[in-house]
């Protein structure tokens, strides 16, 4: 009998992790810009929360770096030395440890057929993240090849852009049971582009087999796109039955409500308001780019950035909200100052995956010994700071080349290299 719990997969930050500002829309990262990176604390970061979760939740996954640079794509750009330094640093994006974008995932009990189907994001809006997608489907591929309980599919063939778990949200009683699956899209046209087509989620939803009665499609706020809320998890989370959501996350915040309400009546939601804390503020501390998890005891734990405790408004309001009794019972800052710099936070690092563990590669499933032996591989090998300027340079594209490498060989999947 299959014993469905979900699995939270972490993307390992790569040894390329670095500040180009590529990502137009994100505020964090084109305000950081030409800063000095830091891959190797980067790394050891996402490990310690990874660390923490599967301590507190006993299971924890994670995805790999994929090959960088890119050298299909700097072949496809036909990059020399007068090539504008945006497209050279965009083959050395380490985007690809947001894994919140890697794919979109509906769980066996949501599919007629019921398998696990997973979807990766083809990310086109974005030239450092389109490269992604057939990489990362060989990765899913590789970690979920149980055919008889995952179908990995293609990404969505553009023009309809498609971003992923970031703008997706399950509603259900409990992860093994049906739910019902909420897909959220922005509209064209604004100051900044909208990255999640609807067409987009409506083909996930039917590549699925999804019932249409189990799906709702909610635009996003236009003003919380220009705001910096990229991705619909930047202003809302959900978990079982608790939609956890600043009050301006939605283009129509009371008929979002009524529509997952009449899908999933169990819905329970736990609102932000604008007067206790701003839209902006929310983006800038990434409060809702939080894991919202589920305790032993049935309660509800929200892992957010630390930058959420250093809030004055956000700090206040999640006081007031752990003493009024709600079902979300503790919260726990993380770490993730690297992360949080190039504009993802908790949420964006990870991955959710409802499925029985023993139907899932064990080499992508972490362990004390794994996280102290990838802790020593890291240390040893990834770049301890990367400059903007430094990208390209033979020098660190032997480095940056080689951990990734040392970390294949030593998890055993020298395959993927």
């Known amino acids: ?14 040894p390329s992790h670095n500040y180009a500002g590529l990502s137009l829309g994100n505020i964090a990262s084109a305000s950081h810009g030409g800063d000095v990176s830091h891959p190797r604390a980067a790394a050891l970061q996402g490990l310690e929360k990874m660390r923490g979760n599967l301590v507190r939740f006993g299971h924890q996954g994670f995805l790999l ?4 640079p890119n050298g299909k794509l700097l072949e496809q750009l036909a990059v020399d030395a007068h090539t504008p330094r945006q497209l050279l640093a965009a083959a050395w994006s380490a985007s690809s440890m947001w894994t919140a974008n890697a794919a979109t995932v509906s769980p ?16 086109v809006t974005m030239l ?30 553009p023009s309809f852009g498609d971003e992923g778990a970031a703008n997706h949200m399950r509603l259900c009683e409990g992860h093994g049971s049906k739910g019902v699956e909420v897909f959220v899209y922005g509209r064209p046209g604004g100051k900044f582009p909208a990255r999640q087509h609807e067409q987009a989620s409506r083909a996930v939803a039917r590549l699925h087999g999804l019932d249409p009665a189990k799906c709702v499609f909610i635009e996003q706020n236009p003003a919380a796109i220009e705001a910096g809320a990229f991705h619909n998890d930047v202003v809302a989370v959900a978990n079982e039955h608790v939609l956890f ?45 939080a894991q919202l998890v589920t305790r032993s005891d049935g ?29 979300i019972r503790e919260v726990i800052p993380v770490d993730v100052k690297q992360s949080m710099a190039n504009g993802g936070g908790p949420a964006c690092l990870r991955l959710r995956v409802v499925c029985d563990p023993g139907t899932v590669d064990p080499r992508f499933l972490l362990s004390d010994s ?16 990367i400059d903007p300027a430094d ?27």
């Open 1 to 14: 009998m299959n014993q469905f719990v979900e699995i939270n997969f972490d993307g390992i930050v790569g």
């Open 65 to 68: 770096p994929l090959p960088r």
């Open 108 to 123: 066996a009990p949501d599919t007629p057929d019921g398998k696990c189907h997973l979807t990766p994001a083809n990310l």
């Open 128 to 157: 450092h993240r389109g490269q992604e997608w057939p990489e990362t489907k060989r990765m899913l591929e590789t970690a979920f090849s149980n055919v008889d309980h995952f179908a990995v599919h293609d990404a969505i063939p």
């Open 245 to 289: 959501t600043h009050a301006e996350a939605f283009a129509d915040q009371t008929s979002a409500y009524d529509a997952m309400q009449s899908a999933f009546p169990a819905l329970e939601v736990v609102e932000v308001p604008s007067s206790a804390v701003s839209l902006e503020e929310a983006i800038r501390t990434y409060l809702f780019n």
């Open 299 to 327: 309660g509800m734990a929200l892992i957010v950035p630390e930058e959420c405790r250093t809030s004055a408004p956000v700090w206040a309001w999640a006081e007031s909200m752990l003493a009024s009794n709600g079902p």
């Open 370 to 385: 794994k996280a102290d032996m990838m802790a020593a591989v890291i240390a040893s090998n990834w770049p301890e700071q």
């Open 391 to 417: 990208i390209g340079s033979d020098a660190l594209t032997s480095s940056v080349i080689a951990a990734r490498k040392a970390l294949l060989s030593a998890l055993d999947l020298t395959e993927l290299g």
